[in-house]
């Protein structure tokens, strides 16, 4: 039972990138996933949520730092989630990990994070 996120890299501000995470032993569409970054020296904090399709609405949340810039999505039949990033600023640098909770908190199964880095 296993998160795998990707996609980060090293893009110029304004730039985009697409981050994936998949799921392997488990089925993500029964789970709230959520997008979270940790900047260096900052605490790590919530970007994006998508909630489940088997209890609730399937329907997603973003901070406000993002909302308009980044939309999250699934594809059930690649057990995957994703976060596209556009219009990316230097402020959105950090490590980004996805999970299986919109909160932080025991029992939460993490992603092994990856890093992207906007440059001005």
């Known amino acids: 039972v296993q998160l795998q996120a990707s996609g980060g890299g090293l893009v110029q501000a304004g730039g985009s990138l697409r981050l994936s995470c998949v799921a392997s032993?488990?089925?993500?569409?029964?789970?709230?996933i959520a997008w979270f970054r940790q900047a260096p020296g900052k605490e790590r904090e919530v970007v994006s949520c998508?909630?489940?399709?088997?209890?609730?609405?399937?329907?997603?949340l973003y901070a406000g730092s993002v909302k308009g810039r980044f939309t999250m999505s699934r594809d059930s039949a690649k057990n995957t989630v994703y976060l596209q990033m556009n219009s990316l600023e230097p402020e959105d640098t950090a490590v980004y990990y996805c999970?299986?909770?919109?909160?932080?908190?025991?029992?939460?199964?993490w992603g092994q994070g990856t890093q992207v880095t906007v440059s001005s």
């Open positions: 999970a299986t909770d919109c909160n932080t908190g025991p029992g939460v199964l």
């Open positions: 032993g488990f089925t993500l569409d029964y789970y709230d």
């Open positions: 998508i909630r489940n399709t088997r209890s609730s609405d399937g329907s997603t």
